[in-house]
């Protein structure tokens, strides 16, 4: 069983869609939530993170952690086109860098 | 630009070749990652750096693979007679005291 369980999709939504992400976990020592957004061949890019259960917002982000189910989320409110990419958990211990990816849900907003 | 920078962007090699990468991250950041991701899959952890120091290897690392960081500045990645399974995005993070993790674009290695 991976550390990091994350459904990789794909999924396809309608511009304006409410688009829901998650990713499961098993090591309760995780401190550090987050999610990075990757378009095809770049980069991961940082959208959110949380460090502790509870909901942080930022615009039509809302990323959500449950540390007792071991259950994170990431809503997207009012999708647009240029949401499409791919969308990585990661988990970290002690660091904000040694990470744990989920293996990521390609995310498809067509017009 | 003051993000991290790597390069190559791309490189091809012949199976048995010599490759190495490297890896500029942000100038005041003292922690650095190598990361490898494969086609479908997350970014998976290879190493670190705090400074100069390599702190952490994975199992992943194997003895074909060295990394480097000298004089806590820039750092390489060099993998040694290439396999074709060595093929993959190798990913470099820059990380600041109290800061998110920063990646590169990438290296995106083909062996043929």
């Known amino acids: 069983q991976k550390e990091v369980e994350q459904d990789p999709g794909p999924l396809s939504v309608p511009e304006g869609a409410i688009v829901s992400l998650n990713c499961t976990y098993s090591?309760?020592?995780?401190?550090?939530f987050m999610w990075y957004r990757q378009y095809s061949r770049k980069g991961p890019e940082l959208l959110m993170y949380?460090?502790?259960?509870g909901n942080k917002e930022d615009g039509r982000f809302t990323a959500q952690v449950d540390k007792s189910s071991k259950y994170i989320s990431l809503f997207i409110r009012d999708s647009q086109p240029s949401d499409s990419a791919t969308y990585l958990c990661?988990?970290?211990?002690?660091?904000?860098?040694?990470?744990?990816f989920g293996r990521g849900t390609q995310l498809t907003v067509w017009p | 630009d003051t993000g991290v920078s790597q390069n190559p962007r791309h490189k091809i090699t012949k199976r048995g070749q010599n490759v190495t990468f490297r890896c500029d991250p942000i100038?005041?950041?003292?922690?650095l990652y190598w990361y490898r991701q494969t086609l479908g899959q997350g970014p998976e952890f290879l190493t670190y750096?705090?400074?100069?120091?390599?702190?952490?290897k994975s199992r992943l690392l194997s003895d074909r693979f060295s990394a480097e960081r000298p004089k806590g500045s820039f750092s390489t990645l060099e993998i040694q007679r290439t396999e074709q399974g060595d093929s993959a995005m190798y990913l470099c993070?820059?990380?600041?005291?109290?800061?998110?993790?920063?990646f590169g674009q990438g290296t995106r290695l083909t062996v043929v």
């Open positions: 990661a988990l970290g211990g002690s660091t904000l860098g040694r990470l744990y």
């Open positions: 090591n309760s020592a995780f401190q550090y």
């Open positions: 949380t460090y502790s259960s």
């Open positions: 100038s005041e950041h003292n922690r």
């Open positions: 750096f705090q400074n100069e120091a390599q702190l952490e």
């Open positions: 993070a820059s990380v600041g005291i109290g800061t998110e993790a920063f």
